[in-house]
T-cell receptor
């Protein structure tokens, strides 16, 4: 059972454009939603995270939008750069008890072209 | 890299042999995790630990065991490796809040 569905599987964006990756979750107990960036041969790196008490969080060029009623959240990368080319994973967990176990989406391969 | 090291970084082993992967942290974090990464599946939790000698199962724990005798070390053991356990294994620690930081990974091939 895939509890976090991520789309698209791959994405090509022109330099300077906006990259948008979407995730949907099923478990209403989830209340922590991080995004990770992974380069080939490296471990996932935490990019940005949000709790459901806010609908949007911005850090530099990266923004998470969160829709609690729709059980959806998305990552927006503004002014996308070739250095942003990587695989992005959304994840979700419940933070109260249970060890904060992350459930991941299947990943989006982003390529930013010049 | 949040002070996390994993060893070995690469390993090739034969079906049926035992394998132990090690995760070492330098920052005294209470929570540690083992995930596996496979194409089309993202990362999936195998086991996690919430303190010395305190561990619990994750989503894909069958065929794996873990041990944590010291705060800084979390070991993942494949008692009898199978080809389906060919994967990249990542260790993670939980920081001061809810965030998790991942190690560099171990690429395991079971032939």
């Amino acid at each position: 059972q895939q509890q976090v569905k991520q789309s698209p599987q791959s994405l090509i964006v022109q330099k300077g454009g906006i990259s948008i990756i979407n995730c949907a979750y099923e478990n209403t107990a989830f209340d922590y939603f991080p995004w990770y960036q992974q380069f080939p041969g490296k471990g996932p790196a935490l990019l940005i995270a949000i709790r459901p008490d806010v609908s949007e969080k911005k850090e530099g060029r990266f923004t998470i939008s969160f829709n609690k009623s729709a059980k959806q959240f998305s990552l927006h990368i503004m002014d996308s750069q070739p250095g942003d080319s990587a695989t992005y994973f959304c994840a979700a967990s419940g933070v109260t008890g249970g060890g904060n176990k992350l459930t991941f989406g299947t990943g989006t391969q982003l390529k930013v072209e010049l | 890299d949040a002070g996390i090291t994993q060893s070995p970084r690469h390993k090739v082993t034969e079906t049926g042999t035992p394998v132990t992967l090690r995760c070492h942290q330098t920052e005294n974090h209470r929570y540690m995790y083992w995930y596996r990464q496979d194409p089309g599946h993202g990362l999936r939790l195998i086991h996690y630990s919430y303190g010395v000698k305190d561990t619990d199962k994750g989503e894909v724990s069958d065929g794996y065991s873990v041990s944590r005798s010291k705060t800084e070390d979390f070991l993942l053991t494949l008692e009898s490796a199978t080809s389906s356990q060919t994967s990249v294994y990542f260790c993670a620690i939980r920081g001061g809040g809810f965030e998790q930081y991942f190690g560099p990974g171990t690429r395991l091939t079971v032939t």
